[in-house]
Nanobody, 128 residues
């Protein structure tokens, strides 16, 4: 079964850190661009960060630039999202999705130019 499974979320205080993982099954992750998206209650989904399949190029939304870092370990079929200096407005369910390898990263993130359905996601709550 082709799927992406997110994990690593939790409750953290403002200023804290979390590392999310996105593990692929049923396909080889290294051949796809992978993006992290999030959706807060009552809000539309937004792109957070995207990473290319080959050279590891990255894109970040302005809201997370300088605080979040996306990386991939193709040997483990996994993409990570390191989140530092977390803010209450980062509270959301985080999802990972895939795109074709030639998809421009900004479009992939900003326009959700991906395919496949979302997984269950992982909840991130930033609160004191």
């Amino acid at each position: 079964q082709v799927q992406l499974v997110e994990s690593g979320g939790g409750l953290v205080q403002p200023g804290g850190s979390l590392r999310l993982s996105c593990v692929a099954s049923g396909f080889t992750l290294q051949y796809y661009n992978i993006g992290w998206f999030r959706q807060a209650p009552g809000k539309e989904q937004e792109g957070v960060s995207c990473i290319s399949d080959r050279d590891g190029s990255t894109y970040y939304a302005d809201a997370v630039k300088g605080r979040f870092t996306v990386s991939r370990d193709n040997a483990k079929n996994t993409v990570y999202l390191q989140m530092n200096s977390l803010k209450p407005e980062d509270t959301a369910v985080y999802y990972c999705k895939r795109a074709s390898p030639n998809t421009p990263l900004q479009g992939m993130c900003d326009m959700d130019d991906t395919f496949g359905s979302r997984g269950q996601g992982t909840q991130v709550t930033v609160s004191s």
